[in-house]
């Protein structure tokens, strides 16, 4: 039986996944010649971080997956609370990303290295848990959760607003941050060159 709020977990993380990498993509080539449209997208990028994942992906799974997951698949359980430590460091992190690409942009490259460091740490940490609550909690969440739990978080996961998602699920509040994403930021995200 196919579940909405595992369906929207799933594609979130795909959202992420590709914001993630497309950093990566934007750091690997650099400001060039451009320099405001590079810190730009990268900025939206980061915010694009910071208010979806962190304000209403993660809260989600920890109100509705993740307490229900840990009391009938103890299994999961250090799983569980890993990914609870992670979720209350990453707003924190993606904080210092910001500060630390702001400190780039305004200070020069004497900063660079200290920005590229932090965003490949990151990156590589956020596929990581990622990875973890799909090979771990959603497994997990599929073989225990009952009909109730499942009817509670497809109507909590149902609200999320993804601003990256196509068709209705997007928020309109959310239209220029996705423009401005598309529209500069490199495949697998967007439009711009690699």
Do not use: C
Not at 11 to 21: C, D, I, K, T, Y
Not at 96 to 106: D, V
Not at 169 to 194: C, H, K, N, Q
């Amino acid at each position: 039986m196919p579940y909405a709020s595992l369906q929207t977990i799933r594609e979130e993380h795909a959202s992420l996944a590709a914001v993630l990498r497309s950093l990566e993509l934007m750091l690997d080539r650099g400001p060039g010649d451009a320099p405001a449209p590079f810190f730009d997208v990268m900025r939206a990028m980061l915010f694009y971080i910071d208010e979806f994942p962190e304000r209403q992906h993660h809260p989600k799974e920890s109100q509705w997956l993740f307490p229900r997951v840990a009391e009938r698949a103890p299994e999961a359980a250090e799983a569980i609370a890993r990914l609870e430590r992670e979720h209350a460091g990453g707003e924190a992190a993606v904080r210092e990303l910001q500060h630390l690409l702001l400190a780039w942009e305004l200070l020069g490259e004497v900063r660079r290295s200290a920005f590229e460091e932090a965003m490949h740490r990151y990156v590589a940490f956020y596929l990581e848990h990622m990875r973890l609550e799909e090979s771990v909690v959603l497994p997990a969440a599929h073989a225990h959760l009952e009909t109730q739990d499942w009817v509670a978080m497809d109507m909590a996961f149902a609200s999320n607003a993804n601003p990256l998602a196509q068709g209705p699920a997007r928020d309109g509040a959310y239209d220029r941050l996705f423009t401005r994403i598309v529209m500069r930021a490199p495949s697998p995200i967007g439009l711009g060159t690699p």
